[in-house]
């Protein structure tokens, strides 16, 4: 069965720093992969996602992540993060060629200092 | 993308009472997922609901529990029964697009006490 690692539970950075959230996942097929925020209170909203083709994916406000099949990772980054990004963060992964129901990672957790 | 509204965004509920959460597509959709979200923790998928047909759960979760009901393509709701403080969590209703991913509701954050 597919597995997510997001190793970091907590990650703190400082408004305008570079930003990169770390996924592993464990699965032998290709597979699909998407990175969700949550705000607090918020439902999830889906930021990318992988399915096929260029390994680097660019998102909405500003994220990307790449997929590396070597290292079995697909990391979010930001080159400057602003105090709005400070959320929730899950890496989750799906099954290709049935159905594809996104398994979660635990989740990493955003501060932003100002 | 689809827009998912689901009824009530909170509650707090009585220790042995139900609780029945609502979940409207604005498109017509063919699967839709009701996800928990307990305290601190990732989201875990409890179970997949297609129209016309019985629901599918997932490992550890079961009907008696959860019953879910799926009258059309665009609205499916999952009870709650039975609650105790365990049940404590955020209820996350979802929804497949082809090409797109998952869209998800806000939430029902409940609270058994």
């Known amino acids: 069965a597919q597995s997510v690692t997001q190793p970091d539970i907590h990650i703190t950075v400082s408004e305008g720093a570079s930003l990169e959230l770390r996924c592993n996942y464990s699965?032998?097929?290709?597979?699909?992969l998407f990175w969700y925020v949550q705000s607090p209170g918020q439902g999830l909203q889906l930021l990318l996602k992988?399915?096929?083709?260029?390994?680097l994916v660019q998102g909405i406000k500003g994220f990307e992540a790449e997929f590396k099949r070597s290292q079995s990772s697909f990391n979010l980054r930001k080159p400057s993060v602003h105090w709005s990004d400070a959320a929730e963060y899950f890496c989750a992964v799906g099954e290709e060629g049935g159905s594809y129901i996104p398994t979660f990672g635990r989740g990493t957790s955003l501060i932003v200092h100002p | 993308s689809a827009v998912i509204s689901q009824k009530p965004s909170r509650d707090i509920c009585q220790r042995g009472t139900s609780l029945t959460i609502q979940c409207q597509v604005d498109?017509?959709?063919?699967?839709m997922f009701w996800y928990r979200q307990q305290p601190g923790q990732s989201l875990t998928l409890i179970a997949t609901?297609?129209?016309?047909?019985?629901?599918?759960?997932e490992s550890g979760f079961v009907i008696d529990k959860f019953p879910i009901s799926r009258p059309n393509l665009t609205f499916s709701t999952l009870t709650v029964s039975n609650m105790s403080p365990e049940d404590s969590s955020i209820y996350l209703c979802?929804?497949?697009?082809?090409?797109?991913?998952?869209?998800f509701g806000s939430g029902t954050r409940l609270t058994v006490v």
């Open positions: 498109s017509q959709v063919t699967m």
């Open positions: 609901a297609n129209q016309g047909s019985e629901a599918t759960y």
């Open positions: 992988y399915f096929s083709g260029d390994t």
């Open positions: 979802s929804v497949e697009e082809q090409g797109s991913g998952y869209t």
């Open positions: 699965y032998g097929a290709t597979p699909y």
